[in-house]
């Protein structure tokens, strides 16, 4: 089983950054698709950016790229999301989820049913 946490999440003006970081425990694999996901109120959860922790394997949701840019840090067990150029449309609930991954393909990785794993969220407002 794994466990996770996200943090980073607040409230910032269009053109401001945020960088938000996801604590996995019980982690020790590197075949795991690992990745962010976000919901607006009244919208449906779409995948943000995504990566395969085993290889140099990672996506984007074309809204966001090149604003954003996904890494792990395989010391810390963490996964991290550098949003940069913010807009009031990232506005969201954002997830950090993980899922075993035996077959890596730009398509698994923005898959939601490959997640088996979610943490609780943390929050994302950016104001005009």
């Known amino acids: 089983q794994v466990q996770l946490q996200e943090s980073g999440g607040g409230s910032v003006q ?4 945020l960088r938000l970081s996801c604590a996995a425990s019980g982690h ?3 075949d795991y698709c690992m990745g962010w996901f976000r919901q607006a109120p009244g919208k449906e959860r779409e995948a943000v950016a995504s990566l395969y922790t ?3 394997m990672i996506w984007y949701a074309d809204s966001v790229k090149p604003r954003f840019s996904i890494s792990q840090d395989n010391t ?12 009031p449309e990232d506005t969201a609930m954002y997830y950090c989820a993980a899922g075993l991954c035996p077959v890596p393909t730009l398509h698994a990785l923005r898959s939601s049913t490959v997640y088996r794993y ?4 943390t929050q994302v407002t950016v104001s005009s």
């Open 54 to 56: 085993g290889g140099n």
């Open 76 to 87: 810390k067990n963490t996964l991290d999301l550098q949003m940069n150029s913010l807009k």
């Open 118 to 121: 979610w943490g609780q969220g």
């Open 28 to 30: 020790k694999r590197s």
């Open 14 to 17: 269009a053109g401001g950054s």
